[in-house]
């Protein structure tokens, strides 16, 4: 089975701290994501990466940057965390084709 | 308007009970469509594709309306453990996927 696994499940920080919510995935997988699940707004696309040191911004990709320096590690980096990115952080892989997402467990960020 | 709507619920119905669930889309070139199913406090995970022609999995049926431009989700005998968001998903191109706010639904005894 795929594994995509997220370093935190619960993270609290405080505003304008720099923040790092790693992800690996053990699949082999080319494509990366990372998304922020908000109610009533839904799995919304922050970045994505096709292949190593490749990235794309996605829907909302203000405040955050990216790094993939190894194919199976894919990180977010919130670089002055504020309290409006107080969310649930998903990431997700597939392999290059495939649609068929797997996502990690989630890491829940509190920004205080 | 959304890329793509769902009714957020929740619906809530017996167990044993038939629900249906339906999701619009607003582009005309959507290519692939899908349910996943997200217990709470969980990740996201892939319940079934949405073939043109319709498809089944045991108790769900996902069915394909391009014409309308929507794709649904049956539910047949509902079990407790079908309580749970179904996030539609519709996708433009081969990787990149649009979901939508999801439906709830809790099923009761």
């Known amino acids: 089975d795929v594994k995509v696994t997220q370093s935190s499940r619960y993270l609290v920080k405080r505003t304008g701290e720099k923040v790092f919510l790693e992800c690996v995935q053990d699949?082999?997988?080319?494509?990366m994501f990372w998304y922020r699940q908000d109610p009533g707004l839904g799995l919304r696309l922050i970045y994505f990466?096709?292949?190593?040191?490749?990235?794309e911004k996605g829907d909302i990709p203000e405040g955050y940057s990216v790094s993939r320096e190894k194919k199976e590690r894919f990180s977010l980096i919130l670089e002055s965390a504020s309290t409006n990115q107080t969310s649930m952080y998903l990431c997700?892989?597939?392999?290059?084709?495939?649609?068929?997402?797997?996502f990690g467990s989630g890491t829940q960020l509190s920004v205080l | 308007r959304k890329e793509v709507e769902q009714d957020p619920g929740p619906f809530n119905v017996p167990e044993g009970a038939t629900v249906a669930f339906n999701c619009t889309y607003s582009?005309?070139?959507?290519?692939?469509f899908f349910w996943y199913r997200q217990d709470c406090r969980k990740e996201p995970k892939l319940l079934m594709s949405v073939y043109s022609s319709g498809n089944e999995d045991g108790r769900f049926t996902a069915q394909l309306n391009r014409a309308s431009q929507y794709i649904s989700l049956l539910i047949r005998d509902s079990k407790l453990s079908d309580s749970a968001t179904y996030l539609c998903?519709?996708?433009?191109?081969?990787?990149?996927?649009?979901f939508g706010t999801g439906t709830r639904l809790q099923v009761f005894p």
């Open positions: 997700a892989s597939s392999s290059r084709g495939e649609e068929k997402l797997f």
């Open positions: 990466s096709y292949d190593v040191k490749m990235k």
């Open positions: 582009n005309s070139a959507s290519q692939s």
């Open positions: 699949m082999d997988h080319e494509n």
């Open positions: 998903v519709v996708t433009y191109n081969t990787d990149k996927l649009i």
